[in-house]
Structures are given as structure tokens and as C-alpha cells.
């Protein structure tokens, strides 16, 4: 069975700003990476992204962007350091300036460990999801002290 989850969320913003809310290192590191975020998501860019909860610098790959459209990201699994899960963001714009965002990822290794670290990343992106609605809707960051 592979391991693989998509979850989704709307937000009350035009595409353009959600997107650039993700791409943006500056804007990103507002509600996401509490631990901060380096470089801008290009095509071919090895940024990296810092939590609090995980601390240390994750180096993440940008394979792919489509602006406004879509961001394909690689990462190394949690469980494995020669196994990398693919992450891919798609923002489709909705009828009174709302946006649909969907974050997909998969490739963890099909044992206990993968299962455990998939579940951690889905709750993970989720957060993210919700992170960015407050933060984009209301101007709050719904990360900041939540894992200090």
C-alpha cells in the first residue's frame, strides 16, 4: 500500500496573494516555519525551512512552480535519510475571489516507521493549511508560542 494523503482548504484571498503567501520566504516564515524561512520556492532552488517543533534547517527542493497554479517540493523523510517524499501544492482560484489549496504528499518507505511519519506530515500540513487561513484572513498567526 503506498503511502500518500492529500488535504485541502479554502481561503477567502485571490490566488495570487495566497500563493505568493507560500513562495515567499519573508511572508511564509509569518504563519508556517516559526524557525524561518530561506529562499524564495524557484524551479531548481534548494531553500530551507525551520520549525520550532523540529528544529534545524530542512533543506527542501523545489522541483517544480507554475505560478499561481502549482508548487511540486522534495524533501527527505523522517525516517529515512536516502528517502525523499514528494509534495505537491495546487491553488485554483474560486468564484468571489476564494482559493482552493491542495497539498499532496507521498514516497515514505511502506513500514510502521513510514506510516507513523506520514500521519506526523499530514497533521502537519493541515496546520499549515490553517496557519495560513488566520493568517492571510485575519493577520494572526495561529503558530506563534503554540510549539515553544
Known amino acids: 500500500m503506498e503511502l500518500k494523503f492529500t488535504v485541502a482548504g479554502r481561503m477567502a484571498k485571490p490566488v495570487d496573494d495566497v500563493f505568493e503567501a507560500v513562495v515567499d520566504p519573508d511572508r511564509l516564515s509569518r504563519f508556517f516555519t516559526t524557525g524561518g524561512a530561506k529562499g524564495r520556492l524557484e524551479a ?24 499561481n497554479e502549482k508548487i511540486v517540493l522534495q524533501w527527505e523523510a523522517s525516517t529515512d535519510p536516502s528517502t525523499w517524499t514528494t509534495i505537491t501544492m495546487t491553488f485554483q482560484p474560486l468564484e468571489g475571489g476564494r482559493t482552493l489549496v491542495r497539498i499532496s504528499e507521498y514516497g515514505w518507505p511502506e513500514t510502521e516507521a513510514g506510516l507513523k511519519a506520514s500521519f506526523g506530515n499530514c497533521e502537519g500540513w493541515t496546520g499549515m493549511l490553517c496557519a495560513m487561513k488566520a493568517w492571510l484572513e485575519h493577520g494572526i498567526n495561529l503558530r506563534d508560542g503554540f510549539y515553544k
Open 44 to 67: 531548481g532552488a534548494e531553500v530551507t525551512w525551520d520549525f520550532h517543533d523540529f528544529p534545524g534547517a530542512f533543506p527542501v527542493l523545489v522541483q517544480e512552480v507554475i505560478p
